[in-house]
């Protein structure tokens, strides 16, 4: 019984002294490129199993491997994985390196720059531009209205075609221009609505420049709020800064693909003034013919019939006549006086000459988008047709035509 004994803790010590000669430790510190300390909480892990250590906040490591462990794999977030044969190595010290392919949290800031957007230093809102495009809206800043919180965006007029007023963060001057600016693939573009920077000329309410810009072809749009975006663009961008990237081709393995679009709207008055049918035109309860100042007769009190026109030239109340362009003539009917306040105008009858001015508005938009490319070139090529007819049967029309070519090619590596 104590041979037995004795030789079974023999045998447990030579195990465990040869599995103790056939584990070592591996020490070592992990770095970040450019940085001059150690990178705290990467992970250190013996390929092929789950067995391994994290780096403290030295960025040092101390992982104790088996005779059979062949690589060490270093990894963390945001960083490139590296891989490290052991062989006879007893410290192992790596370099970690950013992971540029991690590109759907980073945004970019200014010309070229691009920063992570959790570590940038500004209010920023992302509105896509399929979203901005299914609005049913005919111009682009129309379309952003109520997708980005904090910004304002107006109407100037109810023109077809008519520009948009846009404001960001509160109004920070009375008379002065509080435009965005806006960047249009890392080109400023100018938002004025003409050459004098006035809202309307002649009448007419001018469009904004940037609704030249088919919203089918904008992939995002991005609404630069602090103060940090005119740190990046400049004294132009300290109302805030707008940056729009549109569609480019994309790697489709050699295929074409072809997209097209057609959108139809109508557009009625929502509601009109009542039209007043009681009183006639004329002055202190007498009708005179082209006198709008004051009421006039009362209609219901009127004989009915035809009116009374003057046509005798050598009448006291004579007043010519008028020639319309379908060759009839126009006499003056009499004016009405105190003891006939009706004077000449016998008819009941009144008329509403809204539908004359007004009409169903409507557009229809058309829109074509080919594109297509594979490891090396892409391209895309983009069509849009705009044309609108508004409320108001005359000048009332705005008519849009957009075109894009994008192509690009890497000619070597």
Known sequence: MYKTLLLSLLILFTTHASLWAQSRDITGIVRMEE???????????????????ITDSNGAYRLTVPASATTLVFSAVGMQTVEEPIGGRKTIDVQLQTD???LNEVIITALGTKAERDKFASSITTVEGKNIAKTGET?????LSGKAAGVLITRNGGDPGAGAYIQIRGQNTINGNIQPLFIVDGMPVSN??????????????????????????IETLEVLKGASAAALWGTRAANGVVVITTKKGRDTNGKVNITVKSTVSFDRVNKMPALQQTYGQGSGGLYVQGQRNSFGDRIADRTGGADAYITDPTGAAYQGFVTFPDGSQRYAIASGTL??????????????????????????????????????????VSYGNLNQQGVIRAYSNYQRNTARVSVSSQFTD
């Open 100 to 102: 540029t392919r991690q």
């Open 339 to 380: 003891a006939n306040p009706h004077g000449g105008k016998n008819s009941r009858d009144t008329y509403d000459h809204t539908t004359d001015a007004f009409q169903t508005g409507h557009f229809t938009d058309n829109s074509i988008n080919i594109s297509g490319g594979n490891s090396r070139s892409n391209f895309l």
């Open 192 to 217: 004025a609505s003409d050459n004098l920077g006035t809202a309307a000329g002649n009448g007419i309410v001018q469009q904004s420049r940037i609704n030249d810009i088919n919203p089918e072809d």
């Open 35 to 53: 940085a001059t300390g150690g990178f705290a909480g990467a992970t250190v892990l013996i390929k092929g199993t789950t067995s391994g250590t």
């Open 139 to 143: 111009s682009l800043l129309t379309g």
